[in-house]
């Protein structure tokens, strides 16, 4: 090429590179879309093989399955009762339909093209992926607000970085916490919007969405309205986001208590939305509407006002309602027995070193952009304000890692507009700075991409480290031990459709078999469980806990009174570990050793597998005697 020719070129490029700019911020919400697509399509593709077997690997995937069926199936609207859980009354699941609408119409529409199975499997690939554009949407929306017009496309791809959130809009994960986080997000970009009132309906519709859907959020949601209700505090002219806030989050959330309810949730429950948090709502919207008419001048008198009216709806809500102060309210023995053995329950003080890593990862990148960007904008009080009310949510989404594990996707999403931020910043320096700037700000990048990098570069690095150093990995702390090979193979071995299909076999039973996998279960065969992991079952969850680690002979009483037919045991299953570790002597750690009351039944199935579980009937009639050796 010669040297005018190549003037020309850069001629041209250096005119086309701004217009394409240009382009790009005005279309950035078509072009996050076809990005969404593009991702889509990525992951259903490498997911295919968990899509064909039905791999819906957590138990609420498989009970959202189990509810979306039962209803296209003729169940009612408002009734969400788990009539396979714990027949014939079945069990009491409190959530609502409003996530099981698009999972639903998505496999009606596919039931029109291919068979029913192929239909299902095709809805529980897809739907996950619908409330990520949801989520990419608003991380756009945040990252033009904080970083400028082409600030929103690194903040749409930082998802991708974020294993554990992204972990929620995968395939098959059908459950309702995409949906949640993603609102979560979304009332976040309402909280920050330049546009008072889109922001406040914003911020108030998606509130009342998240609550529809579950309780799981309240935290951060209230985190959110408290920052509009501080801001109005110490911002003239703040009411135009705070009174649009009330309205929509009063009038929405009554609207979906209506709408979603279920009829087990119009009693005073705490842990879904009920009549107690449409109160609650209700009274802290009409308070919020009614501080934005007020003539209030001067910050010290807004806050007094607040104070007042923030104090009045709290001393309502703990004087009517105490217990709800109390997120599952449950017994001391059920949380002894269960939920403290629940891995996301617990802080992440007592993980194992190789999930807290990557996990804090971007949390740790957030802080430091967050830091940068407070600095950066100190004169801009507008931005300052923004940066500080998103600053505040991610940094409280982190502290909550320090109470349950289960805050991880949170943290991990709200900290991406700090950390796309600060690549934006280091991306424009490459481009626009000095040879030093870009020198440093290329490092910057370097390392921000070995964060985004990081889930699939620690376990190499710390193998790399343990080859050259003959050091093993230890965990973060000695309670938290990574399963072995075999526990890992049995929950994943017990769960699989080829394996539990064999059991339709059998006509329609009862079979007591672990709580975590009544759900799976259900989903996948025509047989009935006890229980799943569902604190409103606690009794039964009991039940099943005083069954495995009390002696055999205490076993059938139980199982009579639940009606089970068949027994069904994985060895080596997480849940049964505990069992036998708590109980050494009790009826499950007996199982695992081979002794088999004679009046459990072995059950033989036709195979062309080995299959990875005990099956045996329950003979009632059979007098108790002596254990014997099961006979292989």
């Not at 107690?276 to 509407?289: D, K, L, N, Y």
């Not at 990081?454 to 150093?469: D, F, K, S, V």
Request: glycine share 8%; net charge positive.
């Amino acid at each position: 090429m010669s040297l005018k020719s190549a003037d020309t070129l850069r001629a041209r490029v250096t005119h086309i590179w701004p217009v394409l700019l240009a382009w790009s911020a005005r279309h950035w919400k078509w072009l996050t879309f076809l990005i969404w697509i593009a991702i889509a399509v990525a992951m259903v593709v490498s997911r295919w093989p968990a899509i064909h077997w039905l791999v819906l690997g957590d138990t609420d995937d498989n009970i959202r399955y189990v509810q979306v069926k039962d209803w296209l199936a003729g169940q009612g609207w408002y009734d969400l009762r788990q009539y396979r859980l714990d027949p014939p009354g079945g069990a009491n699941i409190h959530w609502s339909r409003l996530v099981d609408i698009p999972i639903a119409g998505l496999i009606l529409f596919f039931r029109a093209f291919v068979d029913q199975g192929l239909a299902d499997r095709l809805a529980c690939g897809i739907a996950p992926l619908l409330p990520l554009l949801l989520l990419m949407l608003s991380l756009g929306f945040i990252g033009r607000r904080l970083a400028g017009p082409h600030g929103w496309l690194l903040a749409a791809l930082a998802p991708l970085a974020a294993q554990m959130g992204l972990g929620m809009y995968a395939p098959m994960r059908i459950d309702h916490h995409g949906w949640q986080l993603a609102l979560a997000v979304t009332m976040l970009a309402g909280v920050i919007d330049t546009n008072r009132l889109r922001g406040g309906l914003m911020a108030g519709v998606s509130s009342a969405l998240s609550i529809a859907i579950g309780m799981e959020m309240i935290v951060y949601l209230a985190a959110g309205g408290g920052l509009i209700a501080l801001r109005w505090v110490f911002r003239e002219g703040a009411e135009r986001r705070m009174l649009p806030y009330a309205l929509s989050l009063g009038g929405a959330t009554s609207l979906c208590y209506l709408l979603f309810a279920s009829y087990a949730n119009r009693a005073m429950v705490c842990d879904a939305i009920s009549p107690i948090w449409v109160a609650v709502f209700g009274a802290a919207s009409a308070g919020m509407v009614l501080l934005s008419l007020a003539p209030l001048r001067g910050w010290a008198m807004r806050l007094a006002a607040g104070a007042v009216v923030g104090g009045a709806v709290a001393a309502f809500f703990w004087l009517s309602w105490p217990q709800c102060l109390s997120p599952y309210q449950i017994s001391p023995e059920l949380e002894r027995l269960w939920l403290a053995n629940i891995r996301e329950a617990k802080p992440i003080t007592a993980q194992a070193q190789s999930l807290v890593v990557p996990l804090l990862a971007i949390p740790l990148a957030g802080l430091v952009g967050l830091i940068w960007a407070l600095w950066d904008a100190r004169r801009d009080a507008e931005r300052l304000w923004a940066w500080a009310t998103v600053g505040l949510m991610m940094l409280f989404s982190t502290a909550l890692l320090f109470w349950q594990l289960r805050a991880g996707p949170a943290a991990q999403l709200l900290a991406i507009p700090p950390a796309a931020w600060a690549a934006h910043r280091l991306i424009v320096a490459i481009f626009t700075g000095t040879r030093r700037v870009r020198i440093a700000a290329g490092a910057g990048v370097a390392l921000l991409a070995a964060i985004a990098c990081a889930y699939p570069l620690y376990p190499q690095i710390m193998r790399g480290w343990a080859e050259l150093t003959g050091n093993k990995p230890r965990p973060w702390r000695p309670s938290a031990i990574a399963r072995n090979d075999a526990i890992k193979k049995a929950n994943s071995r017990c769960r699989t459709l080829p394996a539990l299909e064999v059991l339709d076999q059998l006509p329609p039973a009862t079979i007591f078999t672990m709580v975590d996998l009544g759900p799976r279960l259900i989903a996948t065969t025509h047989h009935s469980a006890l229980a799943g992991p569902y604190h409103r079952n606690g009794a039964t969850i009991l039940d099943m806990h005083h069954a495995y680690d009390g002696p055999a002979d205490a076993f059938r009483p139980i199982a009579a009174r639940h009606h089970a037919t068949y027994l069904l045991v994985c060895p080596n299953f997480p849940e049964g570990t505990i069992y036998q570790s708590r109980s050494p002597q009790g009826f499950y750690a007996d199982l695992m050793r081979g002794a088999i009351p004679r009046w459990l039944v072995p059950v033989t199935l036709n195979s062309g597998m080995t299959l990875p579980y005990q099956l045996y009937r329950i003979d009632y009639s059979a007098s108790g005697g002596k254990k014997i050796p099961e006979q292989r």
